[in-house]
Nanobody, 120 residues
Framework: QVQLVESGGGLVQPGGSLRLSCAAS????????MAWYRQAPGKERELVAS???????NYGDSVKGRFTISGDNAKNTVYLQMNSLKPEDTAVYYC??????????????WGQGTQVTVSS
């Protein structure tokens, strides 16, 4: 079993910044990918950013140039630095991890989500 602990959400004014953190713990051999998704009311969940264990990153088009994903492999933690926030960034942000088990199977797990609200 794998547990994800997310933190860092909250209320921020347009143009402001927030930093989200997601730490994975549990029984697994390694982590392949850690990623952030978001879901706004009435919309589908969408990829915000992802990071492989080798450091390769990928971003959704709407956040390129404003958000940065980084990680600490030793701590099984991923961060999402969000700058120049806009009201349309308001959503519940979910952390997702893809792990490898000792038997070399892969599974994905989701965090409980953290609310980000951008409003004046």
């Amino acid at each position: 079993q794998v547990q994800l602990v997310e933190s860092g959400g909250g209320l921020v004014q347009p143009g402001g910044s927030l930093r989200l953190s997601c730490a994975a713990s549990g029984s697994f051999l390694s982590i392949n990918v850690m990623a952030w998704y978001r879901q706004a009311p009435g919309k589908e969940r969408e990829l915000v950013a992802s990071r492989t264990s080798s450091g390769t990153t990928n971003y959704g088009d709407s956040v390129k140039g404003r958000f940065t994903i980084s990680g600490d492999n030793a701590k099984n933690t991923v961060y999402l630095q969000m700058n120049s926030l806009k009201p349309e960034d308001t959503a519940v942000y979910y952390c997702k991890v893809i792990i490898v088990t000792p038997t070399l199977r892969t599974f994905q797990y989701w965090g409980q989500g953290t609310q980000v609200t951008v409003s004046s």
